[in-house]
Structures are given as C-alpha cells and as structure tokens.
C-alpha cells in the first residue's frame, strides 16, 4: 500500500470511524504483526493463502461482530495469553457450562472448526453448531475465539475423564 501499511491504515480508520471493523488480509503472521493489528484496532485476521469460502466467512463474521483469526495465527495469539504474568480471577466457567459443552469449549479452543469437533466428538455439525451457540451465549461471548480466549485466560483444557475440562 502506497504511503502506509495495513497496521497505520487500520488505526487511522478506527481513529476517524470508529464504528468500522476492519478485517485485516495480509502475507504477514509474524508475531508483531498480529499484535500491532490487534492494538490498532482490527476486528480480525486473515491470512491471503485462506480459501475463499473461508475468507467470505471471515468478512460476513466481522460484519456481524465476530473476529475471525487464522487458525495459525491464533495459536499465537493463545500462546501469548496462556503465558501472561497478570493474575487471573477465579472463575466457575467450568460450573457454568455441561460436560459436552466443557469438551466443545476445549476443542473449539484448540482451534478446531465445527466439523472437526463433530468428527472428534461423534456428533453432527448441526448438534455442534447448537453446542457452540450454547457456550458462546453462557460465557457471554461473541464469537469462537473469545470463547477460547477466554477458556485459555480461565486455565480451562481438556483432560478427558469424568469433567472434560480442568483448572490449571
């Protein structure tokens, strides 16, 4: 882009319209830049190699106040909330949800897609969808991946076993 980069263009939008979410398409999953289009405000991340279907999806997301990151980049993102010195409250998210939604949550933040989670857990896409809804709306979130922000920040993974999810 002439005379600037995606990272300024995206926080000189934000600045003089706040009310745009920018989806953010670039070559880059480096580090600093996923975390400098975050801070300036992008509502999500994709990377260019992305399917069109996918990409589609991810513009439709946003649109309606989802934030789509590549599955790639968003191990980075987990990574670095995962290992953050700030002391995280105590939480009863686990309390809050059922066994299948706890293993759900868990998979969905291991960043698996629906199928996926529908193959791992021998259910239909449409039970998943419905599974996900479910944890989406008890936890208060928009979309799959503050879900699993918020289930990686709250020490909640799969174990398998009786629970499905542990705090660490």
């Known amino acids: 882009m002439p005379g600037l980069n995606g990272i300024q263009a995206t926080s000189r939008i934000r600045r003089q319209y706040p009310q745009v979410r920018v989806l953010v398409l ?34 439709q997301d946003v649109a309606e106040g989802r934030t789509p990151v590549d599955p790639g980049v968003a191990g980075k993102l ?3 909330v995962a290992h953050t010195d700030t ?18 949550l868990s998979l969905l933040a291991r960043g698996l897609s629906n199928a996926d989670i529908a193959r791992e857990l021998y259910l239909s896409e449409g039970t998943v969808r419905n599974y996900v809804s479910s944890v ?12 699993a922000v918020v289930a990686l920040q709250h020490g909640l993974t799969h174990v398998g076993g009786k ?3 542990r705090q660490i």
């Open 136 to 147: 989406l709306a008890k936890l208060e979130v928009k979309d799959r991946t503050q879900a």
């Open 78 to 80: 987990f990574a670095q």
């Open 163 to 165: 629970d499905g999810c």
């Open 87 to 104: 002391p995280l409250p105590a939480t009863t998210l686990a309390e809050k949800l059922n066994e299948r939604e706890r293993e759900v």
């Open 26 to 59: 670039t070559t880059y999953d480096a580090d600093e830049w996923v975390f400098d289009a975050i801070r300036s405000g992008a509502a999500g991340y994709v990377l260019k190699d992305t399917p069109r279907e996918k990409l589609i999806e991810a513009v």
